[in-house]
């Protein structure tokens, strides 16, 4: 595996002008999930605090909420509680991975000695990781390709300054 790299460089702010003392990051390599699911499951949770992407994601893996499905949403289904929008999923192995990282950030933020409760999910990506090849045999010696598609997820949280 090579070396995967932040999007956004908090150390020098290539991107925008990022302040490494107020912000934490996390990432997770070659996770095994579904990188569409991933995609839907990031756009939804980007812009809230942590403890609201906690609570929602924890929703999702019991079904309560759904996520919107706005890039793809070829044949999905309509779902109950989806604000401004029709088509929604119940991603629960992405949304388990993604709960893991937002915990594994918070964890971070923590040991930097910033505030859990005032960081929000400031940037969110997904990326495309390694594909593993499988196969499956078939009749009269044939195989079927049967490959695995991994995602690199990266997410930096940044403390919002209360002015009151």
């Given at each position: 595996?090579?070396?995967?790299?932040?999007?956004?460089?908090?150390e020098?702010?290539?991107?925008?002008e990022?302040d490494s003392?107020?912000?934490?990051?996390?990432?997770?390599?070659?996770?095994?999930?579904?990188?569409?699911?991933?995609?839907?499951?990031?756009?939804?949770?980007?812009g809230?605090?942590?403890?609201?992407?906690?609570?929602?994601?924890?929703?999702?893996?019991?079904k309560?909420?759904a996520?919107?499905?706005?890039?793809?949403?070829?044949?999905v289904?309509?779902?109950?509680?989806?604000?401004?929008?029709y088509?929604g999923?119940?991603?629960?192995?992405?949304?388990?991975?993604?709960?893991?990282?937002?915990?594994?950030?918070?964890?971070?933020?923590?040991?930097?000695?910033?505030?859990?409760?005032?960081?929000?999910?400031?940037?969110?990506?997904?990326?495309?990781?390694?594909?593993?090849?499988?196969?499956?045999?078939?009749?009269?010696g044939?195989?079927?390709p049967?490959?695995?598609?991994?995602?690199t997820i990266?997410?930096?949280?940044?403390?919002?300054?209360?002015?009151?």
């Amino acid at each position: 595996m090579g070396r995967v790299k932040f999007c956004i460089d908090t150390e020098t702010g290539t991107k925008t002008e990022i302040d490494s003392e107020t912000t934490a990051k996390a990432m997770i390599y070659e996770a095994h999930i579904s990188p569409k699911h991933a995609l839907e499951v990031c756009r939804a949770i980007k812009g809230k605090k942590v403890e609201e992407a906690e609570a929602y994601l924890e929703a999702v893996l019991e079904k309560r909420a759904a996520i919107p499905f706005k890039r793809h949403k070829k044949k999905v289904a309509h779902r109950r509680g989806l604000n401004k929008w029709y088509a929604g999923r119940y991603p629960v192995k992405a949304s388990e991975e993604i709960l893991k990282l937002i915990r594994n950030a918070k964890g971070n933020a923590e040991y930097k000695g910033l505030d859990p409760e005032a960081m929000k999910i400031w940037h969110v990506s997904t990326k495309k990781g390694r594909t593993i090849k499988g196969i499956m045999p078939r009749a009269f010696g044939r195989a079927t390709p049967k490959n695995t598609d991994t995602v690199t997820i990266e997410m930096v949280l940044r403390e919002e300054v209360s002015w009151e």
